[in-house]
């Protein structure tokens, strides 16, 4: 029962509603743990309208028919010409991605038949799930994605009795490679249940040789340290470069190992860097927000570096979410005429979120609240529950290779240090997730004017630094297209674009001499016409070699051609605290 307000003609809720919210959020939160944190609720209503559409479109299930009927034939025809010793090219090709049937092994009968026999169910499913009448392109995504993770779960790849490598192999060994992937199997779940990080990770140990650039953590507050590299020069360019990086996962992405750092590339060629180094929360940090990490994040870091070096600008750099964030700081800056920034770099950095990729086909009300639920408990989403999220994307490199691989070849990958990065996992907050997925994922506050800091709106149009994006052709975290959306959203005098080859972290890590690394590049002058993403990239011609060296180039040509001497550590106002790496990124 309810009271009713008589004076404002409303019902108003009674007062064991926190109770009964309380118990929906204890239910959602056991089921995630059951789920992997994906809603059936939200999951049961795509599919029902999918097959509601369907239901309502027989020209469709005719048309579907007969391409069951069609790739049949395909597929005997085929059987039937290999059987006679006659040349028979394969019905279907896989995609040029999908490494699963390359191997010489799968052109052999009946191999051959199964991998074919499975793309072509692959293909029909794609049809099937897409240009139905009435059915939002959004649906279709989603329903699209499904079939594809249900379909992968059930290629032949993954059975050893179907997978010819496997088969060669166990009788190659005498079924020693079983016998081996058991090993491995015992190994990783007995680490995955007492928390240890995967085989090899201790091969790599941050501060030795991982992160390993030397510098002083100069300031620290409660959600960062920052730090201030030892320079290599004798003289440095007056603008300092200041690196946000994403809180998602550990800093050192951007310092991984000598060879591969960005830091250290950055300070050979006479650059005074800064570093923001996260805070691995825990619950007690379940209410930090948005507002928070702005605050306490890139904010305080640029007071700390203005305070360093007055009356310098800074060439501000942001990763991925830290991109996002940096953005938004910029954002605030120019509405309060705070010219500070001397430029801003997005690396692998979304500013529009109508299309993020893959990720964001399940980021709905009803998930977002299903996350909240699980989330609530612990106060924090943990980093093992968005690695999971993230290696949905890609099954089959990420998921069901790595188990042939592993326990059916018996055969380990050697660990690298991307990959020990990618193991040292990190943990979100409640609210800072929560308005994170409401905010920029539901409602794209960021890019249409609605994000508020304060008590007033931000716009990306205020910003006026030069602006250089860099995203990468093949990231299933930040689309390239969607990176691409920065030159709708600015208005400033000068936006540079460069698309790098590679994913979402080997992409960004591309130093110089790296094998087989592309780049194209344009810079957009200003009241220059927009040019859509896709004709860009035929247009522009493509470079061989790392991306690095032309960024760096734009840095210093927005830069003041007088070197100095470096700037001592801390400057006057910061005393040095302990040595980089610090102390946060060691945060378990």
């Known amino acids: 029962m309810s009271d009713y307000d008589h004076k ?131 649906t279709e995504n989603v329903v699209s994605f499904i079939g594809r993770q249900m379909l992968d779960r059930w290629s032949p790849s993954n059975f050893p009795w179907l997978n010819p490598e496997v088969i060669d192999a166990t009788l190659e060994q005498g079924g020693m490679n079983f016998v081996r992937g058991w090993e491995n199997f015992c190994e990783d779940r007995e680490r995955r249940m007492t928390g240890c990080p995967p085989v090899g990770s201790e091969d790599f140990k941050v501060g030795e040789n991982l992160a390993t650039t030397p510098g002083k953590v100069i300031y620290s507050n409660h959600l960062i340290e920052l730090i201030q590299y030892t320079p290599t020069t004798e003289k440095v360019y007056a603008e300092p470069v200041l690196i946000v990086p994403a809180w998602i996962m550990k800093y050192y992405i951007l310092d991984l190992t000598p060879e591969k750092s960005l830091v250290r590339y950055l300070l050979d060629q006479g650059h005074t860097v800064f570093m923001v180094s996260w805070r691995n929360v825990t619950s007690d940090d379940r209410e930090l927000g948005m507002g928070s990490y702005r605050r306490l994040g890139p904010k305080a870091a640029l007071d700390v570096v203005a305070t360093i070096l007055p009356d310098r600008k800074i060439h501000a750099v942001g990763y991925c979410l830290g991109g996002t964030l940096l953005t938004i700081q910029a954002a605030t800056m120019a509405r309060d005429n705070d010219h500070r920034l001397a430029s801003l770099t997005l690396l692998a950095a979304q500013t529009d979120f109508t299309e993020a990729g893959e990720l964001s086909l399940f980021i709905t009300e009803s998930e977002v609240d299903y996350l909240e639920s699980m989330m609530q408990e612990r106060g924090y989403l943990d980093g093992f529950q968005m690695a999971g999220a993230f290696q949905l994307l890609r099954t089959n490199d990420l998921i069901y290779s790595r188990v042939v691989r592993e326990y059916m070849l018996g055969k380990r990958q050697k660990m690298n240090a991307l990959m020990a990065w990618n193991a040292d996992v990190t943990r979100m907050p409640y609210l800072m997730h929560s308005q994170y997925l409401r905010r920029l994922y539901l409602n794209n506050d960021l890019a249409t004017g609605r994000y508020i800091v304060g008590d007033r709106p931000i716009a990306i149009s205020d910003i006026d630094a030069p602006i250089f994006s860099v995203a990468t052709s093949s990231d299933h975290v930040a689309p390239w297209r969607s990176v691409y959306k920065i030159h709708l959203l600015t208005d400033a005098d000068e936006v540079t674009f460069l698309l790098t080859s590679g994913g979402h972290n080997a992409g960004i890590v591309s130093e110089p001499g790296h094998p087989r690394r592309t780049y194209q590049v344009e810079t957009r002058q200003e009241r220059a016409s927009y040019i859509d993403p896709d004709t860009w990239q035929r247009s522009m011609p493509k470079q061989q070699g790392s991306w690095w060296p032309v960024w760096q180039t734009w840095l210093v040509e927005r830069s003041s051609k007088e070197q100095i001497a470096p700037p001592a550590m801390g400057g006057e106002e910061y005393s040095p605290l302990t040595d980089a790496p610090g102390t946060y990124v060691l945060q378990k």
């Open 8 to 138: 404002n003609f409303r019902h108003t809720p009674n007062k064991g509603l926190f109770a009964t919210k309380i118990l929906d959020r204890a239910i959602k939160a056991n089921m995630a743990s059951l789920t992997g944190g994906i809603t059936p609720a939200g999951v049961s209503t795509v599919i029902y309208e999918w097959l509601a559409h369907l239901a309502m479109s027989p020209g469709k299930q005719l048309e579907l028919a007969q391409e069951m009927v069609y790739k049949s034939e395909y597929l005997l025809r085929h059987a039937r010409q290999f059987n006679q010793g006659l040349e028979s090219a394969p019905c279907i090709e896989a995609d040029s991605h999908d490494s699963r049937f390359k191997g010489k092994a799968w052109s052999r009968w009946p191999y051959n038949l199964f991998y074919q026999s499975f793309l072509l169910q692959q293909e029909w499913w794609e049809n099937a799930s897409t240009n139905v009448d009435g059915l939002s392109k959004s």
